[in-house]
């Protein structure tokens, strides 16, 4: 799977750096690399499966970012122990 193109939600935006302190900039270093990239569970909508990205930041945070193929849901930096 490869990330084209992000849509992000007003909701976590503010969330990812509220809770975890992460850049919107830092995710998309993450998701616009190479992450590995997993299935996680089948979606509630059909055809919007969850997946995780694992990847690092240029600054060198490990970063887990959950999303659909639609919209972000969550994430966290596991550089801050999170």
């Known amino acids: 799977m490869e990330i084209q193109d992000i849509i992000w939600l007003d909701v976590f935006v ?9 850049l919107i900039e830092e995710v998309e270093e993450t998701l616009y690399g190479s992450p590995e990239i997993r ?8 055809g919007e499966n969850v997946y995780a990205a694992m990847g690092r930041s240029r600054a060198g945070r490990y970063i887990i970012t959950f999303f659909s193929e639609r ?9 801050q122990g999170i």
């Open 71 to 79: 919209q972000m849901i969550a994430h966290w930096s596991l550089a």
């Open 39 to 46: 299935f996680i569970e089948k979606g509630d909508v059909k």
């Open 14 to 22: 503010e969330k990812i750096w509220r809770k975890h302190r992460v």
